[in-house]
Structures are given as structure tokens and as C-alpha cells.
């Protein structure tokens, strides 16, 4: 089991794309600040992806410009082709840029236009056109542990997916239960073979949504398969648009939670987080589905 963890918060991008109320870029720019006042050092802020596909994210130049530069913290932005690309390396503020990669042909087609290798080469093209702008570049491999339309994701072809992609060089690679169908076994089994595949050198991350209530454990196999971060969203919102029934990202709180009562090291305070949830509640005029911004942390702590 690992000792420590990074923790990506994803609210801003991931945990708002899929709200129906909209959201004014001021309140996108305080969820980002309130943030940083938590102690996060990476921070999902937007997407760059076509406005009447997500309209949430059309702001996100807006938003881009409106960000602290403190010098300690590492924007990302979610880009889905080469124009994703173009768009967030003008910002002149995202740091990083997040490639999306499905790894079921037909969640593909209906998220990017692209079956699995078509988006494997974009992906690749993207990675490498992002080093050559100096902007970081990771990728996530979308509907890893299942697809709403496929149903069950062969792990030989999910690793494949993540060795392919490991040659154009991320910064990091990520392994998302897009629609939360994964659970622990599968979690484990899952990282052990991809880490065996591309080997030690490219870090892991997890993406996990909590639409069957299991993603804190799914986070528990993925620390102890030594992933080194983790994505979580304040108030446990979130939703990808183009997987159906799906609900929120593993809750920020929820999983501080459980690594402070396990005495694993990260960054980010649960209090301000709580209290963030909280405010959210108010952005999108309903109660967060976390359970920590609920119940509180631990008695007389």
C-alpha cells in the first residue's frame, strides 16, 4: 500500500460538464480558487471540446484567462483532437492537456467520432504535438473496466490500448471507470497488467465514478496496486454526457476521508473541502451526493 497520493481534483471540468444548470464562469473561477485554498496542486479546470457537444465547457477560454498563475499548482485541460489542442496551448495557461482514449469501439464513436484505433493514432498525434508546443501531456483511456454499450472491456485489449499509447511518450497514463461498473479485483488486475506492460517509468492515475457505490473501493485496489494519483471531484458531482445513466466522480471528500484515516500523505484539507460542498449546493441549487459533506469527519476530530 502506498504512503502517499496525488490527488487531481476534477470538479471544475469533469464534476460540471454534465450539470443542467449552467454554471457562470465566476463560479467556475471561485470552485477553481477554493480549490487551491484546499491545498490541491493539480486541478482538471476545463475542456476544450466543441460547445453544443458539452455546453458547460464553451467558457473555456474565459475561464482560462481568469486562472491565479501562483506557479505551484498544474492546470489541465481535456482535449479530444488536435483543435483541443490548438485552443488550450493559445490560453497560454494550461499547463498540461488531458487526451481522451475509449477503449471500446463503439463509446468511441459515440464520444469522439473515432473507433479505438483511430483514436489510439489521434491520441498519439496529440501527445507528441503537445511536447513539441512545451505544454504537458497525459491521457486517459476512457471505459476501462466497462461500456454501456459493449458491456465487458477485454483486459488484453485494454492493455494493448495502453502500451500503443505508451510509445508517443505521456507524461502519464490514466485507466477511467467511465460509467462505474468496475470493482476491486478488476481494479487490481487491471493496473498490475498495464504496469507490467508499459513498464515502471510512465506514472499511473485512476479515474473512478461512483455510480454502483464502488468507487472508494475501487480507489483502496488502486492504491495498493501502487497508482500514484487519483481523480476526485468535490460534492461527488460529475457525468460524462455520452455514457447513459452515469453519475458523479468518486467525492473529493469522501476519499480524504479514507486516506487520512488510513495515514496516507496528500495535500488537500478535508474541512475546506466540506465546506466547498457546501457552496456547491448552493451553485447548483441541490444537495451533493457525497457522504462526507452529509455526515462530517470523524467524531471530535
Same mark, same amino acid.
Given at each position: 500500500?502506498?504512503? /502517499?497520493? @496525488? %490527488?487531481?481534483?476534477? $470538479? ?5 460538464? /454534465?450539470e443542467a444548470t449552467?454554471?457562470?464562469? +465566476?463560479?467556475?473561477?471561485? %470552485?477553481?480558487? !477554493?480549490?487551491?485554498? &484546499? ?27 481568469? *486562472? ?5 499548482? @498544474?492546470? @489541465?485541460? *481535456? ?15 494550461? =499547463?498540461e492537456v488531458g487526451?481522451?482514449? &475509449? ?5 468511441? !464513436?459515440? /464520444? ?6 483511430? $483514436?489510439?493514432?489521434?491520441?498519439? +498525434?496529440?501527445?507528441?504535438?503537445? !511536447? ?17 454499450? +459493449? ?32 470493482? #476491486? ?10 504496469? =507490467? ?12 465514478? =461512483? ?7 475501487? &480507489? ?7 497508482? $500514484? ?14 455514457? #447513459?445513466?452515469a453519475t458523479g /466522480?468518486?467525492? @473529493? +471528500? ?16 478535508? =474541512? ?7 457552496? *456547491? ?8 451526493? $457525497?457522504?462526507?459533506?452529509? &455526515?462530517?469527519?470523524? #467524531?471530535?476530530?
Open positions: 500500500m502506498r504512503t /502517499n497520493v @496525488t %490527488l487531481m481534483e476534477v $470538479s471544475p471540468r469533469d464534476g460540471l460538464q /454534465n449552467e454554471v457562470s464562469t +465566476e463560479d467556475k473561477l471561485s %470552485l477553481v480558487h !477554493r480549490a487551491l485554498d &484546499a491545498g490541491f496542486k493539480r486541478i482538471e479546470v476545463t475542456s476544450f471540446v466543441h460547445p453544443k457537444r458539452v455546453p458547460q465547457m464553451a467558457d473555456a477560454e474565459a475561464v482560462c484567462a481568469g *486562472l491565479p498563475q501562483r506557479g505551484d499548482v @498544474t492546470y @489541465t485541460g *481535456l482535449v479530444l483532437n488536435r483543435r483541443g489542442l490548438d485552443r488550450a496551448v493559445a490560453t497560454g495557461q494550461i =499547463d487526451m481522451v482514449v &475509449a477503449a471500446s469501439d463503439t463509446f468511441g !464513436r459515440e /464520444n469522439q467520432g473515432q473507433d479505438v484505433d483511430e $483514436s489510439v493514432a489521434v491520441g498519439q +498525434e496529440v501527445l507528441a504535438d503537445a !511536447r513539441a508546443a512545451g505544454v504537458g501531456a497525459q491521457v486517459t483511456i476512457a471505459v476501462a473496466f466497462g461500456c454501456p454499450f +459493449e458491456g465487458e472491456v477485454d483486459l488484453d485489449r485494454l492493455v494493448d490500448v495502453a502500451v500503443r499509447l505508451s510509445e508517443a511518450g505521456p507524461s502519464e497514463i490514466a485507466l477511467a471507470d467511465t460509467i462505474g461498473v468496475g470493482v #476491486p479485483g478488476q481494479v487490481d488486475a487491471a493496473f498490475r497488467a498495464v504496469r =507490467d506492460a508499459i513498464g515502471p517509468d510512465i506514472p499511473l492515475r485512476a479515474h473512478f465514478h =461512483d455510480t454502483r457505490n464502488t468507487a472508494i473501493a475501487n &480507489a483502496y485496489a488502486a492504491l495498493n496496486a501502487d497508482v $500514484s494519483v487519483l481523480d476526485a471531484s468535490i460534492g461527488g458531482i460529475g457525468g460524462c454526457p455520452f455514457a #447513459p445513466n /466522480n468518486v467525492a @473529493t +471528500e469522501d476519499l480524504i476521508y479514507m486516506l487520512n484515516r488510513m495515514n496516507i500523505e496528500h495535500d488537500a484539507d478535508f =474541512d475546506a473541502v466540506v465546506d466547498t460542498a457546501k457552496w *456547491l449546493e448552493g451553485v447548483l441549487h441541490k444537495p451533493m451526493p $457525497s457522504s462526507l459533506s452529509r &455526515a462530517g469527519g470523524f #467524531p471530535g476530530e
